[in-house]
Nanobody
Framework: QVQLVESGGGLVQAGGSLSLSCAASGRTLSDYAMGWFRQAPGQEREFVAAISWSGTTTYYADSVKGRFTISRDNAKDTVYLQMNSLKPEDTAVYYC??????????????????????WGQGTQVTVSS
């Protein structure tokens, strides 16, 4: 089983940028399709972005499309989330997650939280207005 550790969260002003990383250990990350989710206070966890095993296909929530970019470096066992033009409503704990089972790749399937069986502990992102 892979262990996932997020880093890169912090406090940033609206309009600024942050880059999150998710490092894997215990198993090669190339075995996993990966996603980022977030949970704001008092709200349910929601899908942010996902990337296929090879990195050739990506999916985004409408709320972040055009502002966030997910990428991966399988040689470094790391997945990234570049966040630009941040808004106060992006404030949340951000989680990376992964799954190994085959899937028909669509925005719907990659966005389903219960497809993911491995989760990191999360990193806090706070965007001030």
């Amino acid at each position: 089983q892979v262990q996932l550790v997020e880093s890169g969260g912090g406090l940033v002003q609206a309009g600024g940028s942050l880059s999150l990383s998710c490092a894997a250990s215990g198993r090669t990350l190339s075995d996993y399709a990966m996603g980022w989710f977030r949970q704001a206070p008092g709200q349910e966890r929601e899908f942010v972005a996902a990337i296929s095993w090879s990195g050739t296909t990506t999916y985004y929530a409408d709320s972040v499309k055009g502002r966030f970019t997910i990428s991966r470096d399988n040689a470094k066992d790391t997945v990234y989330l570049q966040m630009n033009s941040l808004k106060p409503e992006d404030t949340a704990v951000y989680y990376c997650a992964g799954f190994t089972h085959p899937i028909i790749g669509t925005p719907y399937t990659y966005g389903r939280e219960n497809e993911y069986d491995t989760w990191g502990q999360g990193t806090q992102v706070t965007v001030s207005s």
